[in-house]
Structure formats: C-alpha cells, structure tokens
C-alpha cells in the first residue's frame, strides 16, 4: 500500500528538570504547572547533547532497530526549529555523525507540526521512488530558544528527539493518507526570532532574541479546534469510524489540550498514547519520541491503525493514519 515504518528510536537528555527545581528560578510552583499543563518533569540538554547530538542517537537506534545500515539510507529529513546552527541542516550534521554517504539530507520547520509535515514529504518521496529507505527525525533542544525569566513559555519546553526508517512495501501496511493546513496569518500567536539583522535596514526594533513567544490562551483554543477538524476531516474522507482507531498519538503540548481534544472527538481515552508529564512539549520531536515509547511497550501490532495529529507555529496543525 505505501510507506511503511521499518523501526523506531528516541534519545532524551539525560538532565531531568523538575517543577521544584523551576520553582527556584521563576515565580511558580509545582501545583500551578501540574494543574495547568500535566507537565512534572522535562529533559535538559547538557554539553555534547545538541539538537544534532540527540538527532543523531535516536536515528542509530532506529537504524538497529529496522536492522538497516547507515549507507542504506537514500535521504534523512529533520524536522526542527531548534538545531545549533542555521547553516548547515540539522540533517547534515545528523547525515555526516552517521556516515550515511548516500543520503541527501535536508531540515524541515513546520514547528511542533514538523515531524507530520517531514512524514508527508518523506511518504510522497517513497511512493515516487519504490526501492528508496529513508530516516525522519523529529529533534529540538528548546531548551536553547526559552526566555528563562518568562513563566509563561519555560514550563513548557523539553529536549528530545525521536526517529524512524521507513521503506514502500506493496502490502497492507503503511501510511493511509494525511491532512495537513497552515495559516500564516496567525503567525503573532506563536513565534520567534532569528539572530539579529546586520542590514540596517531589514532590524526589528523589537527582536528580543530567538526565544519563543506565546499567546497561551488564543494557542489552547485554536489548537483544540483545529486538530478537532483535521482528524474528523481525514477520517471522513477515508470512510474510517474513530472506532477503528486502535491507537492515537498526538502532539504531547499539554494535558488540557489533549484532554479537551480526546473529549471533543470522544475516543475512548485509553487509546490516546500520552508521556507529556516526563518530557513536557518537545515540540517536533513529540510524535516520534512517543511512536518509539509506544511501540517499545508493544502497544503497536501489525495491521492496528495508528492515528497522529498535531498542532504548532505558523499556525501549522494535521493529522495523519498508519496502518502499522
Ligand atoms: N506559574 C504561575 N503562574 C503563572 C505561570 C506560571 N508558570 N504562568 C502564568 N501564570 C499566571 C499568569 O501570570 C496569570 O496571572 P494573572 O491572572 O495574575 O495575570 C495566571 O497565571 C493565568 O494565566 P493564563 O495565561 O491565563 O493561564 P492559563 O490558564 O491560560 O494557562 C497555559 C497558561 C498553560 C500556557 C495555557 O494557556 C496553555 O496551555 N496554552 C497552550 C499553549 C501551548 O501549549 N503552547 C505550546 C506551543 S504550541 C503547541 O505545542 C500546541
């Protein structure tokens, strides 16, 4: 049918930040953050832990795992908005560490949405070039790009990375189909800045560095609705019940979130695969960090049909269905 994921694997740093241990840089506590996102701990990268670090762990992980070589691999794609340099990708750093000689290799920033939208690129590549395999990598390290003394947005954010190799098989399994939307004009709701211009001209005034900046509330209600319609889209259009959904893996942002989604659509709560409480919003790399968690607890098995979904800056949100 398409393409299909040989094999998982993540990395997580291995630094644990607590909400205790957040109490005692910002004004919060442990009850606030708990209630409010279902976030107690995060992983915090320390040095030798980059974005390409983690990457780059967690695709030699996926490689065991698909029992595939590095050279094997035709193309690696990271989605990330948080890799140490601009230039090169993340992706050719990631392709160098590996020694993966024979892949092209390239960054997607879709936001939290990354790995969704680098998984639809990835699928279309396979379908066109049969005999190809390939590495999609979600990574960040957010840790780098949070403003320390803004309450609002620290809590958030934690490091990781998660990966898959996947292959077109002319079987039953693989990727069904996706549904993926972008609304650039909401773009003030969620964003930040890159370096600092050296054009005169081309300054923002207002550039305070590349540190995340959020409208909480406008997020919560938008991303709610958003994947709400996505998945009902998807699953209409492919003449699929929710019911026939044996696992969902969402976008891990917060718990109100996804408990608010899960309510909305009334899938059996059971079902929705959710870690956000260890590793809080590791934006891109959310989904296949917990893909990886899921599939090691053998929650996965051949011919279940896999929801994801997600939602991030940009405005950028979908949903996609595997057949595993
Ligand atoms: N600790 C204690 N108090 C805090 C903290 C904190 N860390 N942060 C904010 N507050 C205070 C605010 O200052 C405010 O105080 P005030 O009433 O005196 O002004 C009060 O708590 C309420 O603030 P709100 O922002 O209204 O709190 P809300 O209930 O909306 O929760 C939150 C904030 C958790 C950010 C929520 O809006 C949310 O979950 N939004 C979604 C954002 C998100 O997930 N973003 C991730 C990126 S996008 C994505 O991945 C989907």
């Not at 790995?115 to 699928?123: H, I, R």
């Not at 709560?269 to 934006?283: A, P």
Request: glycine share 8%; net charge negative.
């Amino acid at each position: 049918m398409g393409a299909v994921v040989l094999g998982t694997g993540s990395c997580l740093p291995g630094k644990v930040l607590t909400n205790h241990d957040l109490e005692k840089i910002i004004d919060t506590s442990d009850e606030w953050i708990r209630s409010r996102t279902g976030i107690s701990t995060r992983r915090i990268s320390g040095k030798g832990e980059e974005t390409y670090k983690l990457a780059e762990t967690a695709a030699r992980r996926a490689l065991v795992a698909s029992q595939v070589s590095a050279d094997e691999i035709d193309l690696i794609i990271v989605a990330t908005m948080s890799s140490h340099m601009i230039m090169p990708s993340c992706a050719c750093f990631v392709q160098n560490e590996l020694g993966a000689a024979n892949a092209f290799a390239y960054d997607i920033n879709a936001a939290c949405s990354g790995f969704l939208f680098a998984l639809d690129s990835g699928e279309k590549y396979l379908c066109a070039e049969r005999d190809k395999k390939i590495l999609l990598i979600g990574a960040e390290t957010l840790s780098s790009r949070t403003d320390w003394k803004d309450r609002n947005t620290c809590i958030l954010f934690g490091d990781g990375a998660g990966a898959v190799v996947m292959e077109y098989r002319d079987d039953n399994c693989g990727v069904v189909a996706s549904n993926l939307f972008s609304d650039g004009s909401l773009w003030k709701l969620l964003y930040m800045h890159n370096a600092p211009s050296y054009n005169p001209d081309l300054e923002q005034p207002d550039n305070p560095g590349a540190h995340i900046l959020m409208e909480g509330r406008e997020v919560f209600k938008y991303a709610v609705k958003a994947m709400e319609g996505a998945i009902r889209e998807l699953l209409d259009r492919q003449n699929i019940e929710l019911s026939a959904i044996d696992l969902m893996i969402p976008h891990q942002a917060n718990i109100r979130i996804l408990n608010k989604l899960v309510s909305r659509l009334g899938i059996d709560q059971e079902k929705v695969f959710i870690n956000v409480q260890k590793y809080g919003n590791t934006s891109a790399a959310s989904i296949p960090i917990a893909l990886d968690e899921a599939n090691r607890e053998g929650r996965l098995k051949r011919d279940n049909l896999l929801l994801i979904c997600s939602f991030g800056g940009g405005f950028t949100w979908g949903a996609s269905l595997l057949r595993w």
